[in-house]
């Protein structure tokens, strides 16, 4: 064992050996212990012979990639200063690329000593244990990154703005999928197959989201009643990929699976979990962080440093205000974009991540960080807008590099169609893409991601079909999950062979993904959501990796997914459904515009809007005919005498009454195509001089071209 260098941080292999850094600013020695190929047996032990501004690091002369590896940590035992070093404790590298092997649930993980303590002590974290843990740790394993160029991949650049976004499960989505080899289901090959890929073509998919690929494990708790954490949001590894999804055990897998999208036309965004780590509060194990600087990695209580600040609802928070950790996340973001190639990421609880001492901040310093990071500062930022801390929601408030999970929408929508009274305002903001939330503050309408569902809470079926949640497989009696929902029934609880109750939870479905897919924004769509995929009521399914979870291909709704398919198409094919900015009522032909009415064909007016029990509405959505993606002064129109505007209009009915709609008075060229409808799969010509009658809970789409309708609202 050499000196070594103090950069990079982790392990690095060359021609003659390998070296290795970790960052420790409380440790009095680190120990490097290698392991055989299986990584059960113990070979060898070195100490880290240097210590440069507390990164500890040594060359291993001789070694090469493929070596197994972890750390064992000393250090003073002082939980109640917020120090818990144990060196019986075998501990993960931050920054491994590779894990191998399992962790077993088992005493020795934990560094106290919790057997022999009544479990009500206050005293249970204490006492320090001396069982070696090594037996039911996995380890770390050396990669050579040289070999990531073998997967060569070419970025896409997708516009934000022209994004659909499909969030999945790795495994979920291809476990059952019949099309697909069965060693290659649940894996990241299996997203590369050209069967996945035909369908996320076929749907008009951009950009693929996924649920926690990073190294994750499954709490106690869930092992001890069979379960495992199934959606990932409990990380351990922010460089390497989750060994159960690796087929052949290759890291580069994942790139291999991101090269093959990209062909496709389809980014991948990773859902990234930086906000806690799976070692959970002062009771939980000891993995890696704890062990090897636990004053450093998390956020403690400063009144009383044996105890961490919760602000995720996870047992801990990890300390971004610490430059090294602030590094770690850095680095890890880095890697994820220029070796494994992906296009951006959606960060879990990111409330978290923008804390400071007093509190959060749209200033702070990971933000900044990101914003002139050379690497991250062009790839897509997307916040969930909220943690469980004081002050944590914080929708609107994040800085202009950052879309945002708009929850406000989802809300909204589901309400709406639900037949909540007093809406068509909210209604209007939310489809309008949300300017009252991010316009102030300089941010397009693609700031706002939108969704009707994501992996947390009901799918679209079962939000139309449960009034109640019914978690009772989880094993917290029913106790978990949201509890409102914004959901209905329609008559009968979970599944029913009633015809007419069928029939209107489908049309509720077309017309929820309709509003998700006509608004202005960035769409999210939810995995299964178009297939009719149930999980029987459960909304809190994060321990259920079994057929409840995952996508039944041989059950698909054909019909629903090719009405997803045409909305999509129509979203592609009408630029202002995507526009950069958000579009305001203006008296230029040259601009795209806004126009609300009444089912009785007038402009809305203030009364109109104030009509609580109203739930009908029709909007019209036009812009010039030639109207680009992108303005630039080259395709700016010339100004001159008004030119035909394309328009969209849309009739909306949330009632549970079926009503009479009649067509703006509008110039228009030709008759009103019925371009689709939530009650059939309409592509006719409508006489705009008589009335168009739309059943309960129902829509319809229709395109014209007419004379700019901007100046009537």
């Given amino acids: ?228 954490n199934y959606w990932g949001y409990n990380s351990i590894g922010f460089f390497a990929p ?42 939980g194990p000891s993995y890696s962080f704890r062990g090897i600087d636990n004053a450093s990695y998390y956020r403690l209580n400063q009144a009383n440093p044996r105890y961490y600040l919760n602000d995720t609802g996870c047992g801990n928070t990890l300390n971004l205000n610490h430059p090294q950790v602030l590094t770690l996340v850095m680095d890890s973001l880095r890697y994820w974009v220029q070796v494994m190639g992906v296009d951006g990421f959606r960060f879990d609880l990111a409330t978290s991540l923008g804390r400071e001492a007093y509190g959060f901040d749209k200033g702070a310093g990971f933000f900044d960080a990101l914003a002139q990071d050379p690497v991250l500062s062009h790839v897509k930022l997307i916040a969930e807008p909220w943690d469980i801390g004081p002050g944590g929601y914080q929708l609107g408030n994040y800085p202009l590099a950052f879309s945002e999970w708009n929850d406000r929408f989802r809300d909204t929508m589901r309400r709406f169609w639900r037949g909540d009274i007093g809406l068509l305002p909210e209604f209007a903001h939310r489809f309008h893409g949300s300017s009252d939330l991010f316009e102030h503050s300089g941010r397009s309408p693609s700031a706002s991601i939108n969704f009707i569902t994501s992996h947390d809470g009901f799918t679209l079926l079962d939000l139309l079909s449960y009034q109640d949640r019914h978690n ?37 479905q077309r017309n929820l993904l309709s509003c998700l897919l006509l608004s202005q924004g960035v769409p999210m769509l939810c995995a299964g959501d178009e297939t ?52 305001h009522n203006s008296q230029s032909s040259t601009e795209p515009s806004f126009a609300w009415f009444s089912r009785q064909g007038e402009v809305m007016t203030k009364s109109h809007w104030s009509e609580c029990h109203n739930k009908t509405l029709i909007l019209v959505l036009s812009a010039p005919k030639e109207y680009p993606l992108q303005q630039t002064e080259a395709n700016q129109p010339s100004s001159g005498e008004l030119e035909p505007q394309q328009a969209l209009l849309l009739m909306l009915n949330a009632d549970d009454s079926a009503h009479e709609f009649a067509f703006p008075q509008l110039a228009t060229l030709a008759p009103w195509q019925c371009l689709l409808s939530s009650e059939t799969a309409a592509n006719e010509d409508v006489d705009a001089t008589a009335q168009y009658s739309l059943m309960p809970r129902s829509l319809g789409l229709f395109y014209g071209q007419i004379y700019q309708a901007g100046e009537l609202n």
């Fill in 472 to 508: 009772l497989d989880n094993g917290e009696k029913n106790r978990d999950g949201h509890q409102e929902n914004f959901s209905a029934n329609y008559g009968v609880e979970g599944s029913t062979s009633d015809k007419n109750i069928l029939a209107c939870r489908a049309r509720q």
């Fill in 242 to 283: 989750h060994s159960a999804y690796l087929n052949r055990g290759d890291i580069f897998e994942f790139r291999e699976m991101v090269s093959k999208l990209h062909q496709a036309g389809i980014e991948v965004i990773l859902d990234v979990v930086y906000n806690h780590t799976a070692e959970g509060n002062e009771l």
């Fill in 532 to 583: 009719g995929h149930s999980q029987q009521g459960n909304n809190n399914a994060y321990c259920q990796d079994n057929p409840l979870t995952w996508l039944d291909w041989q059950e698909f709704d054909q019909t629903l997914i090719g009405f997803v398919a045409r909305l999509i198409e129509i979203r592609k094919a009408f630029p202002a459904l995507c526009a950069q900015k958000f579009i």
């Fill in 1 to 228: 064992m050499l000196a070594g260098k103090p950069s990079p941080l982790g392990s690095t292999v060359d021609d003659g050996g390998v070296n290795f850094a970790i960052f420790s600013a409380h440790a009095t020695q680190v120990v490097l212990c290698v392991f055989d190929q299986s990584g059960t047996k113990e070979l060898a032990q070195y100490s880290l012979p240097q210590c440069t501004r507390q990164v500890w690091h040594g060359y291993l002369a001789g070694a090469q990639a493929g070596l197994c590896y972890g750390y064992r940590v000393y250090g003073p035992w002082e939980p109640e200063l917020g120090h818990r070093f144990n060196p019986n404790k075998l501990l993960l590298d931050p920054y491994a690329k590779k894990l191998v092997g399992e962790v077993i649930e088992h005493p020795a993980l934990y560094a106290y000593e919790p057997n022999g303590h009544d479990p009500k002590s206050l005293m249970l974290d204490l006492t320090m244990s001396d069982t070696d843990s090594a037996p039911f740790m996995a380890k770390c394993q050396v990669v050579d990154l040289n070999m990531a160029h073998l997967a060569p991949i070419t970025a896409l650049n997708t516009p934000l703005e022209q994004t659909i976004i499909y969030e999945m499960h790795v495994k979920g989505f291809s476990q059952l999928n019949p099309e697909i080899s069965p060693h290659l289901r649940g894996s990241f090959s299996a997203l590369g197959e050209p069967a996945s890929i035909a369908y996320l073509q076929q749907l008009g998919i951009t950009a693929v989201e996924l649920l926690p690929v990073q190294a994750f494990l499954s709490e106690a708790f869930l092992t001890a009643k069979g379960l495992s």
